[in-house]
């Protein structure tokens, strides 16, 4: 059984701290998360390589692309 890693994040909106865990299993995804503090949607970018290895980008619903 293998752990799920986790990453510290800013909230876009509030700049609160908070960890998230990263399920990068099913490959390069983009979903959705509340804040766990101000309750707002947090876009998230996942991009995983080929060795296993992974980017998480995130932003606000207002920001474009990424």
């Known amino acids: 059984m293998s ?3 986790d990453e510290e994040i800013l909230c ?5 701290p908070q960890t998230v865990t990263v399920d990068f ?13 101000c309750c707002r949607p947090i876009d ?3 991009m995983v390589d ?3 290895g992974y980017q998480l980008q995130i932003k606000s619903e207002n920001e474009s692309g990424f």
């Open 25 to 37: 299993s099913e490959g390069d995804c983009d979903y959705i998360e509340d804040c766990q503090i």
């Open 44 to 46: 998230f970018h996942l």
């Open 3 to 5: 752990c799920l890693p």
């Open 12 to 16: 876009p909106y509030c700049g609160e």
């Open 50 to 52: 080929d060795d296993g």
